[in-house]
């Protein structure tokens, strides 16, 4: 049985972008791929696309019943053959040489644990949108970094520069997750900073290669709900629960660092609160919070 050297999972529940999600996994060459499909949607479009492509290298399964977020990404990996392992999320789309790339990087350095580069940012009908500060360069240069100075980064500024799951790849050998799930860490499951929260699990273990050039691309558009008004205490929550858990393993070692990504965190908090038609159940959670950080950052002096 031929074993693949990478593996591209796509957790599939977008029926409308599905097809240049899966086109763009079959482009990649070389090396040697399994392209793994999760479907997880409520029609039939997704198995349709997949047929039609008739493409050995796919394999498709269907959720019955659906697994929702965080266990569709945790069944793929656990199907996963590949040394690598590459996520592609359905709305989103790798250029070419994508896979190659990262791949060769992670064979030619047995230190580095995730691979990542920039991604640019499309719309709903994929051309080009301006960057965000999340999708702006960390490096003009190809490079390598350490992994507790670029977790250090994310977490001061509270961004994720790494990458969306599409963006980055890392050894299957190197992930093992907890009860719960693939986003599940320190007892915490993680969905807004879902992919975060994995990059720091894997930068707490070694280094990170990061192309400057953009290998994939970002689709933003109505439908995800990250964007949905009713995540927004969720999310500005998960980044405190991630500043600790981060710390508990060595990142933002110093109580500088750690203040500033409190500090950062409480900046959002109150951000949040001010905008128009937040509900109030979610502004009492915001002020909450925000007291606690105070607490936090008080304690740190």
């Given amino acids: 049985m031929h074993v693949p050297h990478v593996s591209i999972l796509i957790p599939a529940y977008h029926e409308r972008y599905f097809a240049e999600a899966l086109a763009s996994a079959r482009t990649q060459e070389p090396p040697s791929i399994e392209i793994l499909v999760a479907d997880d949607s409520g029609g039939g479009a997704i198995r349709a696309c997949v047929e039609a492509a008739?493409?050995?290298?796919?394999?498709?399964?269907?959720?019955?019943?659906?697994?929702?977020?965080?266990?569709?990404?945790?069944?793929?990996?656990s199907?996963?053959?590949?040394?690598?392992?590459?996520?592609?999320?359905?709305?989103?789309?790798?250029?070419?040489?994508?896979?190659?790339?990262?791949?060769a990087?992670?064979?030619?350095?047995?230190?580095?644990t995730l691979a990542t580069s920039r991604r640019t940012v499309i719309d709903?009908?994929?051309?080009?949108?301006?960057?965000?500060?999340?999708?702006a360069a960390i490096s003009h240069a190809t490079c390598t970094i350490e992994g507790l100075e670029l977790g250090d980064l994310?977490?001061?500024?509270?961004?994720?520069?790494?990458?969306?799951?599409?963006?980055?790849?890392?050894?299957?050998?190197?992930?093992?997750?907890e009860a719960g799930g693939l986003f599940t860490w320190h007892g915490k499951s993680y969905r807004c900073l879902a992919d975060l929260s994995l990059w720091l699990r894997l930068l707490a273990k070694g280094r990170a290669f990061y192309c400057a050039t953009p290998l994939s691309e970002y689709r933003v558009h109505?439908?995800?709900?990250?964007?949905?008004?009713?995540?927004?205490?969720?999310?500005?929550t998960e980044?405190?629960?991630?500043?600790?858990?981060?710390?508990?393993?060595g990142f933002i070692a110093?109580?500088?660092?750690?203040?500033?990504?409190?500090?950062?965190?409480?900046?959002?908090?109150?951000?949040?609160?001010?905008?128009?038609?937040?509900?109030?159940?979610?502004?009492?959670?915001?002020?909450?919070?925000?007291?606690e950080i105070e607490g936090l950052e008080l304690a740190t002096h």
């Avoid at 709903?124 to 999708?135: H, I």
């Avoid at 994310?154 to 599409?166: D, K, Q, R």
């Avoid at 995800?224 to 500005?236: L, P, V």
Wanted: with cysteine.
């Fill in 105 to 112: 990087a992670l064979d030619a350095d047995p230190r580095a």
């Fill in 254 to 291: 110093q109580p500088a660092q750690y203040r500033a990504a409190l500090h950062r965190v409480d900046v959002l908090c109150t951000a949040w609160q001010a905008r128009p038609g937040v509900p109030a159940e979610q502004r009492d959670t915001l002020r909450r919070l925000s007291t």
């Fill in 54 to 77: 008739a493409d050995p290298r796919i394999r498709y399964m269907r959720n019955d019943p659906v697994r929702g977020f965080e266990g569709n990404f945790t069944f793929l990996l």
């Fill in 154 to 177: 994310a977490l001061v500024n509270s961004t994720n520069f790494i990458g969306e799951p599409t963006t980055a790849m890392f050894r299957r050998g190197d992930v093992v997750s």
């Fill in 239 to 249: 980044r405190l629960d991630l500043v600790r858990a981060a710390r508990a393993e």
């Fill in 124 to 135: 709903e009908l994929g051309a080009p949108r301006a960057d965000t500060p999340a999708t």
């Fill in 222 to 236: 109505a439908g995800q709900e990250q964007r949905a008004a009713h995540m927004g205490a969720g999310c500005i």
């Fill in 79 to 103: 199907e996963a053959c590949g040394d690598f392992v590459k996520f592609l999320n359905d709305d989103d789309r790798l250029r070419p040489g994508c896979v190659a790339r990262l791949a």
